[in-house]
Structure formats: structure tokens, C-alpha cells
């Protein structure tokens, strides 16, 4: 008869646990772990399940491992497992309330841990006591960050958690195959190696820590505040157009050429009545010539206050990189910020009436600075969101202000078509912040578009901190980064249907513009395609409005506009016919 494996026959020590219930506990942590860490964004749903199961089986590893040697789990080893217990408990209890209650109960779950960790720490010696205090400090400080960060919380804490899990399921596999071999008798035995093995671990763990956190001083940066210049006066006037305040502006204007900022009245859609800011700049020798204006329309820079070009950057951030080629044919500049992106929001992102009422209305506060005399022509330029604004302001001046005198509206990669461009973000690397900006911009502004109704609970609080980003902020890098590391998009379900794809369809600029049109298109463009600014163009022409519609073979969306780009040249020229009076050409057939 065969004698049984003495160390089957071995009873387990007092305060010991039986070596299957520890491998049996590391290898599901251990999957668990491995789940969270690779697929952190495959479903909410599972997602939080999988980090409450996660969090109740380590509170169980906690007390199970002990501190081995058959001593029973020390007060602050229950102090862990309580938090991960309450960790998991409010996971699946405050679900409902959103996502970000449940970062919220993660984080200080984190938090309580680490703390649990630093107190134990006073009681332990030698490598032991460094053990705790380096897990301890990493572990509040990734706490921190998960409250600090929400866009990036929903990803991180699953796969921070995840890791958590994989090294503690190792642990207990290692103590485990051990007590199997019977070769853990004592605690000195049971250390050595395993206590070094898991402070190297932890340092490794505070390592990264302090990396997010010197990445997150780095970046951690919402959009820039405006002065004081952008808040209006106590009493405001009606009467959209009117100039509220002026000053001297001085930042990138070269040399030869006067600036100003100013503050000015105009309407939102269904007017009413809103405050939006802009740059006017002239050669100086031409000040008091009564010059043409152009007026520019810049292109995506954000949807909230801060993101205007005035504030952090007043060419290039809107794609204007040639106000060398409007100075030197004597023309004025007057490039709108808009509303909301200076002032006080909601922003009108790709929305046509707000847009184009921001444009005209800086016309006509420009024609009041006392230091200026400008003239009565005016030329509308516009790029990308501001090609869309341009459209707009051709549509809306013979009614919204027949005395603002518009020669002509150029629109290049103008936003066109906004169901075909929502359709298309999703093709685009980085299509999603478009698309965070386009939500957050019409949920604020229609009643009837909800974040509820078109973005997945799980990448809420991502769409949110997106929008509050402005594009050309550092912090942008890490929308980007949270961006590629979706496996979903941020949409729940088809974005166009129901009221989103109604207030789209909406603000496609479909009305008639009686001033000559110019469209120009790069044939690389990949965010806004050239199949939908060609199907746009054909409506447009079945509808009787003629339109100027160029092609430029090899350029994309922002090189379209660059001072190298043919369609530049293409476009001053065109410029000069219209204020000389020539008549327009049309390739329409």
C-alpha cells in the first residue's frame, strides 16, 4: 500500500492556512489582475465587477497570507483588508451614481491603504519597515492621482489595480508552492529573498508614482485663466457690434504694425445677447486710411474660456500664419475669438449662428477704435472650425448686418458637412477630442443633446477633461494618450441619430451666400475628407449658389493653410479681385 505524501499528511500549523486555499486565491488574483491590466476600458460594467472582486479577494489574501511563520495577520493587515473591503463594497455601491463617485471611492480606498501601510511601518524594523513605507507613500500617491486625474482614473485605476493584484497573486502562489514544500518553517526562512523580492517591487512601485507625479506638475494644467480685460463692464449694451473696451496689444505683431484687443457686444443663436473678444491689427503708416479689412475666423482652438488665440497664442494657435501677407498688401486684420473662449462661455463650437455673429459683429466693433480708421470693404477668411464660421457669416450678413459691406468669403477646409465629420473622427488619430469638443459644446448649448444619451458612463469623465483642454495646451498630450488607449469609442451608440444628428444637420451651412465664394481643399485632408467637401460643393451647386472650388493635390488639413501652400497665393489673389471690383468665376457646372 502506498504511503501518502508526508507532506499531505503534514496538519498545517496553528494560524497557518492550508497551501491549496492560497493557490487557489493567488491564481485568481492573478487572472483577475491580468483582466484589469490588459482590457481596463472593454466595459464599464465589467470593468468595475472585476476591480470589487479584485478588491474583496485581496482583502481576503490579506488575512489568509499572514505574516507567515503561523503568526496571525497583524491590526494593520485588517486595517488593509478593511479598506479594500470598503474599496469594493463602494464600488458597487455609489455605480450609479457615475463614474466619477466610483474614482472618487477607488482613490481614497488607495489612499487609506497607503496610510494603513505608513502606520504599520513604525512597528517593523529593518527592510520590513522600509517595505512598508515605500508601498505605503506610492500608494497614497497613486490615490492622489487617481482623484486628480478623472479622464485618466477610469484606465489607471484598473490597471493599477490590476498590477496590485498580479504581484499580491504571485506572492501568494510563492508562499503557497513553499508551505507545499513544506519549506517555510519560520519567519526567518520565510523572509529573506521574498522581502527583498517585495521591496524591490515597491520601490519599483514608488518609482512610477513619483514619475506621474512629476508628469502630472508637468501637465496638470487647465486651460490658461484670461485677465481681467475679457470680463465686461457692469452694464452692457444690447446692441450687438458695440466696442466695450480697447488696449494695445503687442505680443507677435511685428514690427510696422499697430495691435489692439477688444472687447465687444454680440448674439448667440436666437439672440441673445453675449460679449466675445478679437484682435484688430493695421500697418501702422495705414492706420487712418480707411483700409479693407479682413476678417478672419481661426480655426479649432477649444471650447472653453482660455483657449482663445488673444490669450495664448494670437496666429498660429488658430492656423493664421500669414498676417505678413495682409499687412504687406495694406489690408486691416480683425480676427474674432469668438464667444466663450475669452468670455464667458458656452463656446459655439460648430455652431453656425454663434460663429458667424462673432465674426461680423467684430467688424463692426473694430470701425469704432478711435486709433483706427477702417474702411467698408471686407473680406471673410476662414480655416477648418473657422472655414465653417465663414460659411456662416456669408449666409447671415445681407440679414444679421447689412452694414458690414462682405466683398467676398474664402472658406478652406471649412467644417462643412458635420454628420460626414463626426462620422469621419473616428477614422482621424485623436478624432475623439474633436468629438469631446463637439458634445460638450452642444450639450451646453441645446438642451436636448445630454452627455447621457451620446457618451458611454465610462468615458464621461474622459470626454469632459478633454473639453476642458485647449489644443494647444501640454495637458493635450495625455487626451491623446488616454485616446489610444480606449478600445471603444466614446460614443454610446450611433451619433447619428436622434437630436445630435438633428442639431448637426442643422448647422450645416446650407443657406445662400450672395457675396462671391471661394472653397479651397487639401486632396490629403484626413479630418475633414475630400469626398464630403465634394458631395457639399455639388449640393451647393444644385442649389444655384456659385461657388470658386479648388483642389490641392498632397495637403492635408493644417498644411493647406501654411505659407508654402499654393492655396495661399491662390487666396490673396483672390482677395485683390474681390476689393477691385472684378467679377467672380464659378466652377460650378
Known amino acids: 500500500m502506498t504511503r501518502p505524501s508526508p507532506l499531505l499528511d503534514r496538519p498545517p500549523a496553528r494560524g497557518r492556512r492550508p497551501w491549496p486555499w492560497l493557490a487557489l486565491v493567488g491564481g485568481l488574483l492573478v487572472v483577475l489582475g491580468g483582466y484589469l491590466s490588459l482590457r481596463p476600458m472593454a466595459s464599464l460594467s465589467l470593468l468595475l465587477l472585476a476591480v470589487a472582486l479584485g478588491l474583496l479577494v485581496a482583502a481576503v489574501a490579506e488575512l489568509v497570507e499572514g505574516p507567515g511563520g503561523g503568526a496571525p495577520p497583524s491590526r494593520w493587515r485588517f486595517v488593509r483588508a478593511a479598506a479594500y473591503a470598503l474599496g469594493a463594497v463602494g464600488v458597487l455601491a455609489f455605480t450609479g451614481l457615475g463614474v466619477r463617485a466610483v474614482i472618487v471611492v477607488m482613490g481614497l480606498s488607495l489612499v487609506v491603504t497607503g496610510v494603513g501601510d505608513l502606520a504599520q511601518a513604525r512597528?517593523?524594523?529593518?527592510?520590513?519597515?522600509?517595505?512598508?513605507?515605500?508601498?505605503?507613500?506610492?500608494?497614497?500617491?497613486?490615490?492622489?492621482?487617481?482623484?486628480?486625474?478623472?479622464?485618466?482614473?477610469?484606465?489607471?485605476?484598473g490597471v493599477l489595480v490590476g498590477v496590485q493584484l498580479i504581484v499580491l497573486g504571485f506572492r501568494l502562489l510563492g508562499t503557497a508552492l513553499r508551505r507545499a514544500r513544506g519549506t517555510e518553517d519560520g519567519p526567518r526562512q520565510a523572509g529573506g529573498w521574498r522581502r527583498w523580492g517585495r521591496l524591490a517591487g515597491n520601490a519599483l512601485a514608488l518609482v512610477l508614482a513619483l514619475l506621474l507625479v512629476l508628469v502630472s506638475f508637468t501637465l496638470r494644467r487647465g486651460a490658461p485663466q484670461p485677465d481681467a480685460f475679457y470680463t465686461p463692464p457692469a452694464s452692457v449694451p444690447a446692441q450687438p457690434g458695440q466696442l466695450l473696451r480697447a488696449e494695445p496689444y503687442t505680443r507677435e505683431i511685428p514690427d510696422g504694425a499697430s495691435a489692439w484687443r477688444i472687447?465687444?457686444?454680440?448674439?448667440?443663436?436666437?439672440?441673445?445677447?453675449?460679449?466675445?473678444?478679437?484682435?484688430?491689427?493695421?500697418?501702422?503708416?495705414?492706420?487712418?486710411?480707411?483700409?479693407?479689412?479682413?476678417?478672419?475666423?481661426?480655426?479649432?482652438?477649444?471650447?472653453?474660456?482660455?483657449?482663445?488665440?488673444?490669450?495664448?497664442?494670437?496666429?498660429?494657435?488658430?492656423?493664421?500664419?500669414?498676417?505678413d501677407q495682409v499687412l504687406r498688401n495694406g489690408w486691416a486684420f480683425v480676427g474674432t475669438d469668438y464667444v466663450g473662449l475669452g468670455t464667458a462661455g458656452p463656446h459655439p463650437y460648430l455652431i453656425g449662428e454663434g460663429e458667424g455673429r462673432s465674426v461680423l459683429d467684430s467688424v463692426r466693433a473694430a470701425r469704432q477704435l478711435g486709433d483706427v480708421t477702417l474702411?467698408?470693404?471686407?473680406?471673410?477668411?476662414?480655416?477648418?472650425?473657422?472655414?465653417?464660421?465663414?460659411?456662416?457669416?456669408?449666409?447671415?450678413?445681407?440679414?444679421?448686418?447689412?452694414?458690414v459691406k462682405v466683398e467676398g468669403v474664402a472658406a478652406l477646409a471649412?467644417?462643412?458637412?458635420?454628420?460626414?465629420?463626426?462620422?469621419?473622427?473616428?477614422?482621424?488619430?485623436?478624432?475623439?477630442?474633436?468629438?469631446?469638443?463637439?458634445?460638450?459644446?452642444?450639450?451646453?448649448?441645446?438642451?436636448?443633446?445630454?452627455y447621457r444619451e451620446y457618451v458611454r458612463p465610462g468615458a464621461q469623465p474622459i470626454v469632459r477633461e478633454m473639453a476642458a483642454r485647449c489644443l494647444a495646451e501640454k495637458s493635450t498630450l495625455l487626451s491623446i494618450l488616454t485616446i489610444t488607449s480606449l478600445d471603444k469609442t466614446i460614443w454610446n451608440g450611433d451619433p447619428s441619430r436622434g437630436t445630435l444628428a438633428a442639431r448637426l444637420q442643422e448647422n450645416v451651412p446650407n443657406g445662400r451666400i450672395t457675396a462671391p465664394l471661394l472653397l479651397g481643399q487639401g486632396g490629403a485632408d484626413q479630418l475633414v475628407v475630400p469626398s464630403a467637401q465634394d458631395a457639399y460643393v455639388q449640393a451647393r451647386c444644385a442649389a444655384g449658389q456659385?461657388?470658386?472650388?479648388?483642389?490641392?493635390?498632397?495637403?492635408?488639413?493644417?498644411?493647406?493653410?501654411?505659407?508654402?501652400?499654393?492655396?495661399?497665393?491662390?487666396?490673396?489673389?483672390?482677395?485683390?479681385?474681390?476689393?477691385?471690383?472684378?467679377?467672380?468665376?464659378?466652377?460650378?457646372?
Open 375 to 403: 474702411g467698408d470693404d471686407t473680406v471673410v477668411w476662414g480655416h477648418s472650425q473657422g472655414g465653417h464660421a465663414a460659411l456662416w457669416t456669408g449666409i447671415l450678413a445681407s440679414s444679421y448686418s447689412p452694414d
Open 123 to 157: 512597528a517593523a524594523h529593518g527592510v520590513e519597515r522600509w517595505n512598508e513605507v515605500l508601498g505605503g507613500v506610492a500608494s497614497v500617491a497613486f490615490g492622489l492621482l487617481a482623484l486628480a486625474w478623472p479622464d485618466v482614473s477610469v484606465i489607471v485605476i
Open 546 to 589: 456659385q461657388v470658386d472650388y479648388r483642389t490641392y493635390v498632397g495637403r492635408d488639413h493644417v498644411p493647406l493653410v501654411e505659407p508654402d501652400s499654393p492655396a495661399v497665393s491662390d487666396l490673396v489673389a483672390w482677395t485683390k479681385d474681390r476689393l477691385a471690383g472684378r467679377l467672380p468665376t464659378s466652377t460650378c457646372p
Open 414 to 450: 471649412p467644417a462643412s458637412d458635420l454628420p460626414a465629420l463626426i462620422d469621419n473622427l473616428g477614422n482621424v488619430t485623436g478624432g475623439e477630442l474633436f468629438a469631446s469638443y463637439v458634445i460638450d459644446s452642444y450639450a451646453k448649448t441645446y438642451p436636448d443633446v445630454t
Open 263 to 323: 472687447l465687444y457686444t454680440t448674439t448667440r443663436e436666437e439672440g441673445q445677447p453675449a460679449v466675445a473678444s478679437a484682435l484688430v491689427v493695421v500697418p501702422t503708416a495705414k492706420a487712418r486710411a480707411g483700409i479693407p479689412i479682413i476678417a478672419w475666423a481661426h480655426g479649432t482652438t477649444g471650447v472653453v474660456p482660455g483657449c482663445a488665440p488673444s490669450v495664448i497664442d494670437p496666429f498660429e494657435s488658430g492656423a493664421f500664419f500669414n498676417l
